[in-house]
């Protein structure tokens, strides 16, 4: 699961992304992402009951969860005609899982705005619209192809000009694909398409230092835009942050004290970052390491084994499963388990948030 960061220019992308992507290269090794490439980093999700587990089971190492982000660069208007880097910049997006769009709400007499003002729902109208001309661009060549084969009478391909028709409508409206819902055959027959505005999206409010509680009339603005267009929004001042993150952990502390802050709140796009990509945590606790794995919300015990290895999967028999509160009552595994609280769990068992798991399978 990757998240890609877009925005226009100077709106604190690459700061927000250099801060995000910084603190965890060095550990890199415990991530097994297949590449990183220059335009990529890893972020970490910072996970306060990794804190509280730890408090009973003392592990060699700390391991949060991580996902992987993309600095998508080159946003302009046009670009879904190919204007700059359009066509690359659009082929970028439709790989990610979803979008984080940056958007400025801090006034700077020194950082030139792109369009001469700071205007975060117009920068936002900016990209969506390149998107949505993208988006029925893509479905206007998928279709003939598509009723082709519908006449011919592919059961799949009549659900797909029937979903491609409703798309058309809908962003002909004006309005993202998010905002669709459409029958679960008719989304899964045109899933490879890659549309961009049914992707998930997070609007990063990147506001003045002075306002880190997001209380500005133009971060309003982007919730109230958000909550129209199915999105999320966090805050974030992307200058404090990236100095904040440079601090060692005592003159950290005391800045963030300084500014009201109880955590950086890069830890806070980090986690909404994961749940815009539909993740959740579940852990696994023992002396070598105490671990947080991300699984998407939905997923059963085996695809939950398998995020550790794909044997895990195959070979799933069941799991093991207690939670936080169990720990925090009984201190050890040994006593939960003699108070019955061990669950076991068979194959068709759905992940909760937060379970603290033992997978057993065969090799
Ligand atoms: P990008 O073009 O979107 O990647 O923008 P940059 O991250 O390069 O930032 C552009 C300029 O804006 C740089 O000079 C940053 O120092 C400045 N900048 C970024 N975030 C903030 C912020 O939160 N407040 C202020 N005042 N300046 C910022």
Not at 203 to 218: F, I, T
């Amino acid at each position: 699961m990757e998240a890609g960061i877009v925005g226009l220019p100077n709106v604190g992308k690459s700061t927000l992304f250099n801060a995000l992507t910084s603190s965890v290269s060095a550990q890199s090794a415990n991530y097994p992402f297949c590449t990183i490439e220059p335009n990529e980093g890893i972020v970490s999700v910072p996970d306060p009951r990794l804190t509280r587990i730890t408090q009973f089971i003392v592990p060699q190492k700390i391991i949060p969860a991580a996902l992987k982000l993309v600095d998508i660069a080159g946003i302009v208007k046009g670009a879904s005609e190919g204007e700059g880097l359009g066509n690359k910049f659009l082929s970028h997006i439709r790989q990610v899982d979803a979008i984080i769009q940056v958007v400025r709400c801090f006034e700077d007499p020194d950082v030139t705005h792109v369009a001469g003002n700071v205007d975060p729902i117009a920068d936002i109208d900016t990209i969506e619209t390149e998107l949505v001309l993208a988006d029925m661009q893509t479905l206007e060549n998928a279709l003939p192809k598509a009723e082709k084969s519908a006449r011919g009478g592919d059961k799949e391909a009549k659900l797909r000009v029937a979903a491609i028709q409703k798309c058309n409508a809908h962003l002909e409206s004006e309005q993202p694909l998010r905002t669709l819902e459409l029958p679960e055959g008719e989304a899964n027959a045109i899933s490879s398409y890659g549309l961009m505005t049914a992707k998930p999206i997070l609007y990063v409010a990147n506001v003045d230092e002075s306002d880190l509680a997001g209380e500005h009339e133009l971060v309003q603005k982007v919730r109230e835009h958000a909550q129209k267009t199915g999105a999320e929004v966090a805050c974030v001042c992307a200058k404090l942050e990236a100095e904040i993150a440079e601090l060692d952990e005592a003159d950290r502390a005391e800045m963030l004290s300084d500014v009201g802050l109880e955590e950086p709140s890069l830890n806070v796009i980090a986690r909404e970052t994961y749940r815009t990509l539909g993740l959740q945590s579940y852990f696994t606790a023992g002396e070598k390491e105490v671990r947080a794995w991300p699984v998407p919300i939905g997923a059963t015990a085996p695809q939950a084994a398998g995020v550790i290895h794909s044997d895990f999967e195959r070979g799933f028999i069941r799991a093991e499963i207690y939670n936080l509160d169990d720990l925090e009552q009984y201190k050890t595994e040994k006593e939960i388990r003699a108070a019955g609280k061990l669950r076991v769990e068979g194959k068709a068992y759905v992940m909760q948030d937060g379970d603290i798991c033992h997978f057993l399978f065969n090799v």
